[in-house]
């Protein structure tokens, strides 16, 4: 039940980071030495991937309308997230793979995190930016299958009547070219370890990837396992793989304080 508490609680965002595997493992380490955590809350990820289910309130504790408030403030994730509530200050983390169960409890208590970190999932990645693409498979932090390419794309036109319009036809021929290799890449790489993949994640330009979705059957049956975050590669290629492990991990960091009229 929400206990009428009056109006909805405000929050500030005093920090914003993204940290790495072992930034949060000591940034954690430090909170419960420090004991700054009075309630620990696990939001896991609402049964759409849009809305974070709450858990059962505390005595003492922070409320559901307390909750979603941070919640809302630290904005919408497909991985849930866990908030270290002390006093009037929160920091939120919205880990890299999804909270498996909401849960509050007096004290700090990241288990449940720990066991996130400590996981080898089976990720496929799939990186495209029109002119190049690159496709592989993590398992944990370690690339064990690749494939990339580069597939040339001309840039805009800028002149007008019937040339541009026949340079847009042609423009338009080379993307879908580059769809089409990118997918048959991404069949090559991903099918054989479809039914064991955990998750799937994209990288690159959010539009081309929208579009590349469209055009690609297999990355359309790969939608119920695929991570709504979109890494950022400014060059898709097999380098980029080798280090994408790196962005695959990051956590996003938020620090909250709570407002008082």
């Known amino acids: 039940m929400i206990r009428p508490i009056g109006p909805a609680p405000q929050y500030t965002i005093v920090q914003r980071l993204w940290a790495g595997k072992a930034h949060v493992m000591r940034t954690l380490d430090k909170l419960r030495v420090e004991g700054r955590c009075g309630f620990t809350v696990y939001l896991a990820p609402g049964p759409h991937g849009a809305n974070t289910a709450m858990p059962s309130e505390l005595p003492g504790g922070p409320t559901t309308v307390e909750i979603a408030a941070v919640a809302r403030k630290v904005g919408i994730s497909d991985t849930g997230m866990l908030l270290c509530w002390d006093a009037d200050r929160i920091l939120a983390l919205v880990p890299p793979f999804p909270i498996p169960q909401s849960s509050a409890t007096q004290g700090s208590y990241f288990e449940q995190i720990w066991e996130i970190m400590e996981t080898r999932p089976d990720i496929g990645i799939v990186l495209c930016r029109l002119g190049r693409y690159a496709v592989g498979v993590l398992n ?14 001309k840039s805009r036109h800028r002149a007008g009547g019937s040339s541009q319009r026949r340079f847009e036809r042609s423009r338009e021929r080379l993307i879908l070219e580059l769809f089409q290799a990118t997918c048959e890449a991404a069949s090559s790489v991903l099918s054989p370890y479809e039914r064991r993949l955990d998750h799937l994640i994209l990288g690159g330009e959010k539009h081309t990837l929208r579009r590349l979705v469209q055009n690609c059957t297999l990355l359309q049956r790969l939608k119920p396992i695929t991570l ?3 890494l950022d590669v400014p060059r898709p290629s097999h380098k980029a793989l080798e280090n994408i492990h790196r962005e695959v991990w990051k956590s996003r960091i938020v620090s909250l304080a709570r407002v008082y009229p």
Request: proline share 0%; no cysteine; charged share 35%.
């Open 140 to 153: 944990g932090d370690r690339l064990v299958v690749s494939k990339s390419d580069t597939r040339y794309v």
């Open 228 to 230: 709504q975050r979109v």
